[in-house]
């Protein structure tokens, strides 16, 4: 089974800067996209940026400029830069891994994983 582990949210006030990590466990032989999505309280859950394996970035209008994301293949990890916060990146930050092709070689399964999302504050 593949497990995705996020960490390094945190509370930080205005302006400040947090570095989330997600790395992804399991017998993984390749992942095609990772990414961060966040979900406020009474909204719905919203894509913050993606990374394909080959590096290709995508970042939501609200954030490009302040966030960036990168990406360990060799670790399956994902990475977040959070800078110029502002409170209202408050949220719960969830990793995704997309097309995640994991089992053993005889027996190979694709799927769609989901960390269990780590808190980030923005307040003074």
């Known amino acids: 089974q593949v497990q995705l582990v996020e960490s390094g949210g945190g509370l930080v006030q205005p302006g400040g800067s947090l570095r989330l990590s997600c790395a992804a466990s399991?017998?993984?032989?390749?992942?095609?996209?990772m990414g961060w999505y966040r979900q406020a309280p009474e909204k719905e859950r919203e894509l913050v940026a993606s990374?394909?394996?080959?590096?290709?970035?995508n970042y939501a209008d609200s954030v490009k400029g302040r966030f960036t994301i990168s990406r360990d293949n060799a670790k399956n990890t994902v990475y977040l830069q959070m800078n110029s916060l502002k409170p209202e990146d408050t949220a719960v930050y969830y990793c995704?891994?997309?097309?995640?092709?994991?089992?053993?070689?005889?027996?190979?399964?694709?799927?769609?994983?989901w960390g269990q999302g780590t808190q980030v504050t923005v307040s003074s």
């Open positions: 990374i394909t394996s080959g590096g290709n970035t």
């Open positions: 995704n891994a997309e097309r995640v092709l994991h089992g053993s070689p005889l027996r190979r399964t694709m799927g769609d994983y």
């Open positions: 399991g017998s993984i032989f390749s992942i095609n996209a």
